[in-house]
C-alpha cells in the first residue's frame, strides 16, 4: 500500500537555527498537504501543494512538491519557540477514492 | 463555535469494556474520518464517512465500528477494549469533492488498564 515516510524522525534545534524535514511517497500524489501538531493538540492544517514543483510561502515556512510528485520539503528559516510541534506531511493519491496518508512525522524541538 | 468536537477527551476504561467515542461537525463537510494516533505520533487513518456512507475501511479489528447518523456525525464504537487499543483517537472533517484541508478534533485520549 501506499506509504508517506518523513525524516528526520526528531530535531533538535537552538533558536535561530533553519530546520528541514523531508517527506517521501512510494506513489505519486495529487497533492501533498502539511500539518503541525503541538505538543498535546491536534495537527491543525498549514498548507496544500498540488502542482509539480510548486513552492509555497508563508513567513519563515517554504513548502516545496517535487517534480515527479513523490516527495516535499518543509523549511523553516530561523526557528522559534513557537515553531516547537510535530510536523506532518499528507499526500493524496491520484484516485478519487483515495485516502490522506499521513506522513511519519518529524519532531521538532527548539532550544532558546 | 468549535468546528470538530470530540467527547469525551480523556477516557480511561478497563480491559472487556465497551466504549463509545462521539464527533460532530459543524462545518458543513461531506466527509468525515477517524484516525488513530499510537504513542510514537503516528497518525493511521481508520475509516472515512462520505454523506454517511463508509468509504474506507482500514485494517482495523471489528470490535471497532463506526456510526454516522447523519454528515455531521461519526461516532466511533470499540468492544472488547484491549491495551493495545490505548492511543489518541482524532475525529477529522473536509470537503470531498476537493480534498482540502482536514479539520481535526481535540482528540480523544483512551487508556485502557
Known amino acids: 500500500g501506499q506509504q508517506v515516510m518523513q525524516i528526520p524522525q526528531y530535531q533538535h534545534v537552538q533558536e535561530g537555527e533553519d530546520f528541514t524535514t523531508y517527506c517521501n511517497s512510494s506513489?505519486?500524489?495529487?497533492?501533498i498537504q502539511w500539518y503541525k501538531q503541538r505538543p498535546g493538540g491536534h495537527p491543525v492544517f498549514l498548507i496544500q501543494l498540488v502542482k509539480s514543483g510548486e513552492v509555497k510561502k508563508q513567513k519563515r515556512l517554504t513548502f516545496q512538491f517535487g517534480e515527479a510528485k513523490k516527495n516535499s520539503s518543509l523549511h523553516i528559516t530561523a526557528t522559534q519557540t513557537t515553531d516547537v510541534g510535530t510536523y506532518f506531511c499528507a499526500g493524496l493519491g491520484s484516485y478519487n477514492t483515495d485516502k490522506l496518508i499521513f506522513g511519519t512525522g518529524t519532531r521538532l524541538q527548539v532550544f532558546p | 463555535d468549535t468546528a470538530v468536537s470530540q467527547t469525551p477527551k480523556y477516557l480511561v476504561t478497563q480491559m472487556g469494556n465497551d466504549k463509545s467515542i462521539k464527533c460532530e461537525q459543524n462545518?458543513?463537510?461531506?466527509?468525515m474520518y477517524w484516525y488513530k494516533q499510537d504513542s510514537k505520533k503516528f497518525l493511521k487513518i481508520m475509516f472515512s464517512y462520505n454523506n454517511k456512507e463508509l468509504i474506507i475501511n482500514e485494517t482495523v479489528p471489528n470490535r471497532f465500528s463506526p456510526k454516522s447518523p447523519d454528515k455531521a456525525h461519526l461516532n466511533l464504537h470499540i468492544n472488547s477494549l484491549e491495551l493495545g487499543d490505548s492511543a489518541v483517537y482524532f475525529c477529522?472533517?473536509?470537503?470531498?469533492?476537493?480534498?482540502?484541508?482536514?479539520?481535526f478534533g481535540q482528540g480523544t485520549r483512551l487508556t485502557v488498564v
Open positions: 477529522a472533517s473536509s470537503h470531498w469533492t476537493d480534498h482540502t484541508e482536514a479539520f
Open positions: 462545518l458543513g463537510h461531506d466527509t
Open positions: 506513489t505519486t500524489l495529487s497533492n
